[in-house]
């Protein structure tokens, strides 16, 4: 075993092969009927989960991608010795209900809709060091508890503006081990918080871009690659406003192209002709579901050898955007490589 | 350079020497007065720190806290690589404000009042395991951002029950690298979420001494120590009610008794004979506060050589009593050593 070697201040290299061992992304009907529903382990018609709560509902959405990936990985809880994860709502209330029956120590985590990757890339630094010897990565989103907490009562039934995107109702969860998965995890950028002064709520494509264009820079200048050493540069959910200011931005800062090899998730999850979305797809829910199934899977089958996932989030509260204040967001990134070699 | 080395399923021992090098505390006026006033770094007589919302005045003291333990390190915002934050408000608001305009790359935590423990020992991992060179550990609370978050709004006035704690307006940060700080940390023992139904959002002891006495035992049945082994064992905020419940539990379920080298933080920061404490101290900034300054001085000038940090926290939301559901709660614990050996 080697320790992990910290090549820049933000980015570390992980050496002792950490891998996901199996993954699981789970989705409502909405994402359930998108271009992608095929791929999720299973998509609930009821978004409901027929609770009381939109908050429990989404609490059994991550348990259920949490049971789901443990049980790929031919594990039970017992031989998980942590789990990362995080949400949306204020004070993790999706997570804290949704882990609290699983008897797995617990490490809460806040990245907003950047918590896949900062749940993978801590999970991973922890297995490659050995303070675990597995590891559970995790989040979720659900339209109806965010929307209520973010913007409107969903009652209100007020109209969306054409840069607001659609939260997803998703989760996803990811077990990390060392050794013989078939996804591992190379390397890791912890993000800054940018703050372009974005102060509109249904805005979040242009407040998180410059923090994705910001970590993408520092990864690439950091590991001193090139973005086409990329097969993939998986942004979480910068939807149709924030991807082009996202290429906009790393042109003229970095003089970077990433147009080629980019996909967001955010344009991924929907039908973008259904115009309920708007912009896209946002939420943890979002890369979450997608990347612990679409991308696991192509990565698994070598179609993907290495990819960049670079969750994004915006770290706005239930309260700020209403004090006036403008949306500071984050944007961390992880290397997923596949194809056993 | 060592590997941090796992002793069970929980327990990690650091092998590096990550150590503080720096650490500080700020508080409000209240606490200012409070048995402990004189250690803290500075005290603020205006609770609203010139700031036109809580919320804001929260992420002042937090950012105080923070710059004054890194200049206190002799060192700037650029020699820090990761600063490992969260507090109590929903979406971390106090901390993401705070942080904003530090330019320092950032890991969001969440684990409500445990929240030092576990940005320490998150923070001393990373800097073990060479991810980091140097770290920030830091929270906040206020009282009036939390009693609005999570109880009534000030103006309410409302009575507040006996077993109720006040929550502190205070913070504090540490800076943590490797080598030649006079408080070292040596092991951390992460925790599960224990939930034993109490659904009273006024009485957190009793919710979180649970989470305490799991986390103690476990770290001790991991260590294979004693608790009289240490000089202090010091959890973060059960009050009056929560340490009464702890030591029945340690004496029942795992026949410990910790009667005689155990503090609550809680029942530190004021004067106990305030009727308006009523069961004490509470919030992410006790423990944080007092941890980082008084625990702190008396570990660096050799009177306490080793302690056991036992950060409580409740995950409750604000939305989750109102919704009928019991409080979740976790103990984190990270060992400091002093003296210099």
């Given at each position: 075993m080697n320790l992990p070697e910290k090549?820049?201040?933000q980015t570390v290299l992980l050496k002792?092969?950490?891998?996901?061992?199996a993954s699981a992304g789970v989705a409502g009907k909405r994402e359930g009927n998108g271009?992608?529903?095929?791929?999720?382990d299973r998509v609930f018609e009821?978004?409901?989960?027929?609770?009381?709560?939109w908050e429990k509902a989404e609490s059994d959405l991550q348990k259920c991608a949490v049971e789901t990936a443990i049980q790929k990985a031919g594990l039970?809880?017992?031989?998980?010795?942590l789990i990362l994860a995080g949400d949306l709502l204020g004070q993790s209330m999706g997570t804290t209900f949704g882990v609290r029956g699983l008897d797995i120590p617990f490490l809460g985590l806040y990245g907003a809709c950047s918590t896949m990757a900062l749940s993978l890339a801590t999970a991973a630094l922890f297995t490659d060091c050995g303070a675990v010897n597995k590891a559970v990565a995790a989040t979720s989103s659900h339209f109806c508890s965010a929307e209520k907490q973010?913007?409107?009562?969903?009652?209100?039934?007020g109209q969306r503006p054409p840069q607001a995107q659609w939260t997803a109702t998703a989760a996803g969860a990811a077990v990390l081990g060392r050794?013989?998965?078939?996804v591992k995890v190379g390397c890791l950028t912890y993000g800054k918080i940018c703050d372009m002064?974005?102060?509109?709520?249904?805005n979040m494509g242009a407040a998180m871009a410059p923090a994705a264009a910001d970590t993408i820079a520092t990864h690439l200048r950091e590991t001193g690659r090139?973005?086409?050493?990329?097969?993939c540069i998986v942004t979480g959910d910068l939807g149709a406003v924030g991807t082009k200011l996202l290429y906009e931005l790393l042109e003229k800062e970095?003089?970077?192209?990433?147009r080629s090899n980019h996909s967001d998730c955010g344009l991924m999850l929907?039908?973008?002709?259904?115009?309920?979305v708007n912009s896209g797809a946002s939420g943890c829910g979002c890369s979450a579901s997608i990347v612990c199934t679409h991308f696991m899977r192509r990565l698994a089958a070598g179609e993907i050898k290495r990819l960049l996932f670079v969750g994004t989030g915006a770290?706005?509260?239930?309260l700020s955007p209403l004090q006036g204040e403008s949306i500071p967001s984050i944007a961390h990134a992880v290397v997923l490589e596949g194809g056993k070699g």
């Open positions: 090549i820049g201040r002792n092969s950490p891998c996901v061992l271009p992608l529903g095929a791929e999720f009821d978004a409901r989960m027929n609770e009381d709560s039970s809880v017992n031989d998980i010795d973010f913007r409107l009562p969903l009652e209100y039934g050794g013989e998965g078939a002064g974005i102060t509109d709520a249904n090139a973005a086409d050493e990329y097969d970095y003089s970077t192209d990433i929907y039908d973008m002709n259904d115009r309920d770290l706005l509260s239930q």
